[in-house]
């Protein structure tokens, strides 16, 4: 299993950011994926789910509104598009894998290696 983020990078606050997740080693139309950040003043904090074929997906509270998940299952790639950002929203961003195939769990077992977003004037 190998998930390799890309698409990080220093903006200004109020701009936009797309990042990517190539995966690959599993199938992965059978997982719900994940974003997560681990930012300087929350730690690690679970960003937004992907479902089995995008649709429904789920936020976190903080980025509601801002940031839209989606994922191509022909190109095994999971995708965070991230608008209106705030210096808060500076962090790592970790895409990750669902513990369980076909039955999602909330638990997370392959991680990447992280892309840098920095959000500053």
């Known amino acids: 299993v190998q998930l390799v983020e890309s698409g990080g990078g220093l903006v200004q606050p109020g701009g936009s950011l797309r990042l990517s997740c190539a995966a690959s080693?599993?199938?992965?139309?059978?997982?719900?994926m994940y974003w997560v950040r681990q930012t300087p003043g929350k730690g690690l904090e679970w960003v937004s789910a992907s479902t089995y074929a995008g649709g429904s997906p789920y936020y976190a509270d903080s980025v509601k509104g801002r940031f839209t998940i989606s994922r191509d299952n022909a190109k095994n790639t999971l995708y965070l598009q991230l608008n209106s950002l705030q210096p808060e929203d500076t962090g790592l961003y970790y895409c990750a894998r669902d513990l369980s195939a076909q039955r999602n769990s909330w638990w997370m077992n392959y991680w990447g290696q992280g892309t840098q977003v920095t959000v500053s004037s």
């Open positions: 080693g599993f199938t992965f139309r059978n997982y719900w």
